[in-house]
């Protein structure tokens, strides 16, 4: 529920509104805005009686969300969330932001050509999994904590921003040593003690579609974040199980402009994991920056054919050259930007 305040509504009457909603029984999160703050009534178990709230000074009106979500919606948070990196990077704002690398961490040496290539290109954050979510057993698994020591010299040579996944509650704490994103993956896009790990580790979370999940569904899982008390929440469209094997995943463009007009939070699209074909990265790529997505995130590996996994989506070092080259100029037609790198660490 969410109790919207007059325009001018002073001080004194925000404050009476939060002690009425603390007296029944509620958390009161005030939101002040532009134009008028809001008080939003956080724990409702559907018994609240609005009518004491509307009946307060200062008090326009009180929205009941109806949606299953509460505090990831529009209605909730009608400006748009940006989430503030180190180094001025902003996600949700009118840059669009580049995440590239490989799929997982392997080797220093392939770590840090991937950070020096996409930075040179114009990534902004690097990507690369030292824990991998594998279908079988058998496959390779990521190098574990090793693996994010190379993400931290990588960091540390190149500049850039690191997301990299966490898979359990565990691996939340050693992932937000080094990363400035921690990337939930669409397996565990419902594992929700792992969601409450991220929410509580003080750090901008990626949260990725499940493989079989609706948007609603992807919304509440970003619920779990927030209910936490973590704003920093960056959702991702990578493409959903389809019927048709042509390509990996079905990659639902549509998602962008959907999860937009329900949501407040910034949401990217990963067109590698979205079709598995490194041919059809390009133009995805360009389709979700042109369909409004805040960032995209491409798999880039210095020898595809050698890597551990995703070799078969992964775009060969001159062919993410070309891919931002594209996406600036698509970027700039819709009026904004690609994010700089020339700003990290700034
Ligand atoms: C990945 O980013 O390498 C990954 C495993 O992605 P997803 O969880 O979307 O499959
Ligand atoms: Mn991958």
Same mark, same amino acid.
């Not at 001080?11 to 007296?23: A, F, T």
């Not at 029984?25 to 004491?52: C, F, H, I, K």
């Not at 990521?142 to 010299?153: C, H, N, Q, T, V």
């Not at 020898?303 to 100029?329: I, K, N, T, W, Y």
């Given at each position: 529920?969410?109790?919207?305040?007059?325009?001018?509504?002073?001080?004194?009457?925000?404050?009476?509104?939060?002690?009425?909603?603390?007296?029944?029984?509620?958390?009161?999160?005030?939101?002040?805005?532009?134009?008028?703050?809001?008080?939003?009534?956080?724990?409702? #178990?559907?018994?609240?009686?609005?009518?004491?709230?509307? *009946?307060?000074?200062?008090?326009?009106?009180?929205? !009941?969300?109806?949606?299953?979500?509460?505090?990831?919606?529009?209605?909730?948070?009608?400006?748009?969330?940006?989430?503030?990196?180190?180094?001025?990077?902003?996600?949700?704002?009118?840059?669009?932001?580049?995440?590239?690398?490989?799929?997982?961490?392997?080797?220093?040496?392939?770590?840090?050509?991937?950070?020096? !290539?996409?930075?040179?290109?114009?990534?902004?954050?690097?990507?690369?999994?030292?824990?991998?979510?594998?279908?079988?057993?058998? *496959?390779?698994?990521g190098l574990g904590r090793p693996a994010l020591k190379l993400l931290g010299k990588a960091r540390e040579e190149t500049g850039l921003l690191i997301c990299t996944e966490a898979m359990d509650p565990?691996?939340?704490?050693?992932?937000?040593?080094?990363a400035d994103i921690i990337q939930i993956g669409a397996r565990n896009m419902q594992n929700f003690s792992l969601l409450r790990a991220a929410g509580r580790a003080g750090k901008p979370v990626l949260?990725?579609?499940?493989?079989?999940?609706?948007?609603?569904?992807?919304?509440?899982?970003?619920?779990?974040?927030?209910?936490?008390?973590?704003? #920093?929440?960056?959702?991702?469209?990578?493409?959903?199980?389809?019927?048709?094997?042509?390509?990996?995943?079905?990659?639902?463009?549509?998602?962008?402009?959907?999860?937009?007009?329900?949501?407040?939070?910034?949401?990217?699209?990963?067109? *590698? !994991?979205?079709?598995?074909?490194?041919?059809?990265?390009?133009?995805?790529?360009?389709?979700?920056?042109?369909?409004?997505?805040?960032?995209?995130?491409?798999?880039?590996?210095? #020898?595809?054919?050698?890597?551990?996994? #995703?070799?078969?989506?992964?775009?060969?070092?001159?062919?993410?050259?070309?891919?931002?080259?594209?996406?600036?100029?698509?970027?700039?037609?819709?009026?904004?930007?690609?994010?700089?790198?020339?700003?990290?660490?700034?």
């Amino acid at each position: 529920m969410l109790i919207v305040m007059r325009h001018g509504a002073t001080e004194e009457e925000i404050q009476r509104v939060v002690g009425v909603i603390r007296e029944m029984g509620y958390q009161a999160r005030p939101m002040p805005g532009a134009q008028r703050t809001a008080v939003g009534l956080v724990g409702n #178990d559907g018994r609240v009686e609005s009518s004491r709230l509307e *009946s307060l000074p200062g008090v326009q009106e009180v929205i !009941h969300v109806s949606k299953p979500y509460k505090q990831v919606s529009r209605e909730w948070k009608v400006e748009n969330t940006v989430v503030r990196l180190t180094g001025g990077i902003t996600l949700g704002g009118p840059d669009v932001v580049v995440i590239a690398g490989p799929c997982s961490v392997e080797s220093e040496r392939q770590i840090l050509e991937s950070a020096r !290539h996409v930075r040179e290109a114009g990534a902004v954050i690097l990507r690369g999994g030292a824990f991998k979510p594998r279908t079988s057993p058998y *496959s390779f698994q990521g190098l574990g904590r090793p693996a994010l020591k190379l993400l931290g010299k990588a960091r540390e040579e190149t500049g850039l921003l690191i997301c990299t996944e966490a898979m359990d509650p565990d691996g939340v704490g050693w992932v937000s040593e080094v990363a400035d994103i921690i990337q939930i993956g669409a397996r565990n896009m419902q594992n929700f003690s792992l969601l409450r790990a991220a929410g509580r580790a003080g750090k901008p979370v990626l949260l990725k579609r499940g493989i079989a999940a609706t948007i609603t569904e992807l919304l509440l899982s970003a619920e779990y974040l927030l209910a936490e008390g973590n704003n #920093d929440v960056i959702l991702c469209e990578r493409g959903v199980r389809g019927f048709d094997p042509t390509t990996r995943n079905l990659f639902d463009l549509s998602a962008i402009p959907v999860v937009q007009k329900l949501s407040h939070l910034p949401i990217i699209a990963d067109p *590698s !994991h979205g079709t598995g074909l490194r041919e059809k990265v390009i133009p995805m790529a360009r389709a979700a920056v042109a369909a409004g997505a805040d960032g995209i995130m491409v798999e880039v590996h210095p #020898d595809p054919d050698a890597a551990r996994s #995703d070799g078969a989506q992964s775009l060969f070092p001159e062919q993410f050259v070309q891919l931002m080259r594209e996406v600036r100029v698509i970027a700039e037609v819709i009026g904004r930007r690609i994010a700089e790198p020339a700003s990290v660490g700034a």
